[in-house]
């Protein structure tokens, strides 16, 4: 089993940053890509990125690229995501996982973006 905790979320204002941590912990060896998804009220979870053990990363939402930036610490068991110039759409519960192949999940941390 992989436990993740998040951390980071809050209220911020439109064009502000905030950056998530997820940290990872349980047994560690079997994780291989790490990442994050979220979830807007009334609407579906969705990737927003990922990042395997070698440092690969996919931005799934392209309304995120160029704004958001994932990076991991495997020493740390950490990933995090840095998000720029954040939109009011950016609202969500924003949800680490990572696979073991087996989809391991957080329990999500709230961002609220206003305008």
């Known amino acids: 089993q992989v436990q993740l905790v998040e951390s980071g979320g809050g209220l911020v204002q439109a064009g502000g940053s905030l950056t998530l941590s997820c940290a990872a912990s349980g047994i560690i060896f079997s994780i291989n890509a790490m990442g994050w998804y979220r979830q807007a009220p009334g609407k579906q979870r969705e990737l927003v990125a990922s990042i395997t053990s070698g440092g690969t990363t996919i931005y799934a939402d392209s309304s995120v690229k160029g704004r958001f930036t994932i990076s991991r610490d495997n020493t740390k068991n950490m990933v995090y995501l840095q998000m720029n110039s954040l939109k009011p759409e950016d609202t969500a519960v924003y949800y680490c996982?990572?696979?073991?192949?087996?989809?391991?999940w957080g329990h999500g941390t709230q961002v609220i973006v206003s305008s």
């Open positions: 996982f990572a696979n073991t192949p087996n989809k391991n």
